[in-house]
């Protein structure tokens, strides 16, 4: 492992750490490949200190995203209209008695599917305290919010509809990740998913630019651009688990008010994690330039200005 300069507590951290990863035939080294910069102390004792807590209490859910309920419903009517899209297309025949949305978010969404299914359980699972305190707002009998990370969670009994909007993209290893959840659903049971398909959009690739431009700040696991499988990739997936699927994409012509709109926008979601890692002196520069990259792409007009967004969707019955 690369330090900068290895303080005598990080050297001890470190020697346990290899320690449990070696244990699972998993080297340390792979935290710092070939390519990337050394780590500076304070990304190596958040990665120490991260791993240390998720390997020795793996059910703790580490939410270093810090998600923002304010800043991400700032935009509520273009963030929800896919989610109602998407529920129109679960078939007409499903009666589902349990129904789990993963990625609730605020469960302003979660709670209108009590209306659509009457007689169900829903329960919302999310992994950021900030999103849950809101959601359990919408808390009733038949509606309940758990926190839990979606990578490994797991619950009691199976469920006959799995919702999740706008959240998977965040979960990694969708090959290992696809074939699990559609393992917790009863015989018959459906997975109705909603998920950005703009990662090639200017608002990505402008921001992978000025990450790649600040590398030196940031862990390297923000530092691949983001991308997700394609629709083809969903349709195969599903179909080869044996399941039907109906699979969709759509570009929303969002037409966005206000000052710097996008950049807003963006600080609700993929901004996040950049700003959450970057230490609080860079971030007025690096909000600028990305400012200056937006306005270029996204020129405001006069009536608005136009973010194209497209959504991948995807419904897969048992
Ligand atoms: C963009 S928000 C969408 C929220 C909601 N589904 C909606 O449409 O309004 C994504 C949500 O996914 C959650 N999330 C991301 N990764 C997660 C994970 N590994 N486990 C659980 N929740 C996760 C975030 O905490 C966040 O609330």
């Not at 998993?26 to 990304?43: D, G």
Request: charged content about 20%; proline content about 7%.
């Amino acid at each position: 492992m690369k330090i900068k300069q290895e303080p005598p507590t990080l050297k001890i951290f470190g020697s346990f750490i290899t320690r449990v990863y070696d244990l699972n035939e998993v080297r340390f080294e792979k935290f710092n490949s070939s390519h990337a910069q050394p780590m500076t102390e304070v990304q190596a004792l958040n990665k120490i200190v991260t791993t240390v807590v998720t390997t020795l209490f793996p059910n703790f859910v580490y939410d270093c995203h810090m998600w923002n309920p304010d800043q991400y419903l700032k935009f509520s009517s273009h963030r929800d209209r896919p989610f109602f899209d998407l529920i129109t297309q679960i078939p007409k025949t499903l009666e589902p008695k349990r129904i789990a949305d993963l990625g609730c978010g605020t469960g302003h969404l979660t709670a209108t599917l009590l209306e659509k299914f009457k007689t169900a359980q829903v329960i919302g699972v999310d992994s950021s305290e900030q999103m849950l305190e809101q959601a359990n707002q919408h808390r009733q009998a038949r509606l309940e919010f758990i926190k839990a990370d979606l990578q490994i969670w797991q619950p009691e009994d199976k469920i006959d509809l799995i919702v999740s909007n706008a959240a998977l993209q965040w979960v990694n290893d969708h090959p290992a990740l696809m074939p699990r959840l559609v393992g917790l659903l009863e015989p018959n049971g459906v997975l109705a998913i909603q998920m950005p398909a703009n990662f090639d959009a200017p608002s990505h690739t402008l921001l992978h630019q000025l990450i790649l431009e600040y590398k030196n700040h940031l862990p390297e696991t923000l530092l691949e651009p983001r991308h997700s499988h394609n629709a083809a990739w969903y349709v195969q997936k599903f179909s080869q688990l044996g399941l039907h699927v109906h699979a969709w994409e759509t570009t929303y012509m969002q037409v966005l008010q206000g000052v710097n709109p996008i950049l807003e926008w963006v600080k609700g979601t993929a901004l996040r994690p950049v700003l959450t890692a970057l230490e609080p002196s860079l971030q007025p520069e690096f909000l600028e330039k990305y400012q200056e990259k937006l306005i270029k792409a996204y020129p405001e007009q006069s009536f608005g200005t136009l973010f194209p967004f497209k959504r991948l969707f995807v419904i897969a019955q048992i």
